[in-house]
Nanobody, 123 residues
């Protein structure tokens, strides 16, 4: 069973950085491809980044490419999202997700979701 818990959100000024973590309390973390999504108020959930089982392959939304970095540590059952050069438009609730399809960009391809963590970027 996969149980995902995000942490690391908060309030930061534009241009600042945050690192989100997503820990899985189960024992099968390395079997899953992972992703990050976000949802701002009034907007639909959108894809942010994805990483395959080994961590060797990643994929990003154009809006975050070059600023965000997704990674994972299978020994710690944890994935990360390093967010640099944050912009006010990055403000959203960020969700981590686990699934069986590597580098998937649609939420329907993920089977398990965390509860979300709020990221607020002030101008």
């Amino acid at each position: 069973q996969v149980q995902l818990v995000e942490s690391g959100g908060g309030l930061v000024q534009a241009g600042g950085s945050l690192r989100l973590s997503c820990a899985d309390s189960g024992r099968t973390f390395s079997n899953y491809a992972m992703g990050w999504f976000r949802q701002a108020p009034g907007n639909e959930r959108e894809f942010v980044a994805a990483i395959n089982w080994s961590g060797r392959s990643t994929y990003y939304a154009d809006s975050v490419k070059g600023r965000f970095t997704i990674s994972r540590d299978n020994a710690k059952n944890t994935q990360y999202l390093q967010m640099n050069s944050l912009k006010p438009e990055d403000t959203a609730v960020y969700y981590c997700a686990a699934g069986h399809y590597a580098l998937a960009t649609t939420g329907a391809m993920y089977a398990y979701w965390g509860q979300g963590t709020q990221v607020t970027v002030s101008s």
